[in-house]
């Protein structure tokens, strides 16, 4: 990601953030229209659920020009998903899902670049999950490698 992009990323969720509830549920209507099959693979209340995506999204955006912090939580976070029953297909749905539900929420702010600069967040937010599922690693071992 480019300066920039982060930049836009940064400024783009400061809008969603009042509307977090609003959008974290749109966004779930939109992955499970998509994939009604992700459905059971959640258990809990989904508005905590949505409460704990956004603030993931949120800690994400903050870190993303530190990456020697962000990288090792998305590792876990993607270790940990292994364990939900996802799988890397999964991983394009949700970005899916992710940039429509920007698109409806930010409207005419959701410029190209803005939408571009999301896919590429989403990029390294998704391949490093990926990651983190496909070598599981213990926690402090995955901090002294990074
Ligand atoms: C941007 C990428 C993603 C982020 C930031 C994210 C964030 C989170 C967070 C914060 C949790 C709470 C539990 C924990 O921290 O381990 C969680 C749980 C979960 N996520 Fe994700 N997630 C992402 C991608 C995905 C994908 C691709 C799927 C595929 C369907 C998925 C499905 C789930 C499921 C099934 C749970 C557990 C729900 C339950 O136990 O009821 N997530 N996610």
Redesign the pocket.
């Known amino acids: 990601m480019t300066p920039e992009q982060i930049t836009l990323v940064r400024s783009s969720f400061a809008l969603v953030r009042p509307i977090a509830p609003q959008a974290a549920a749109l966004f779930y209507d939109n992955?499970f229209a998509a994939d009604p099959q992700?459905r059971p693979?959640?258990?809990?209340d989904m508005e905590h659920?949505g409460e704990?995506?956004m603030?993931?999204?949120g800690g994400?955006v903050e870190l993303l020009d530190r990456p020697h912090a962000l990288l090792p939580v998305l590792r876990n976070?993607g270790a940990?998903?292994g364990g939900?029953?996802?799988q890397d297909r999964?991983?394009d749905?949700?970005?899916a899902a992710?940039l429509k539900t920007l698109g409806q929420g930010l409207g005419e702010a959701f410029t190209a670049p803005t939408r571009d600069a999301w896919a590429a967040m989403?990029g390294v937010?998704?391949r490093t999950?990926q990651e983190g599922a496909e070598i599981p690693v213990e926690p402090a071992r995955l901090a002294v490698v990074a």
């Open positions: 992955l992700l693979l959640f258990h809990g659920q704990r995506l603030k993931m999204i994400a976070l940990r998903h939900y029953g996802v999964h991983y749905t949700v970005g992710l989403y937010v998704s999950m």
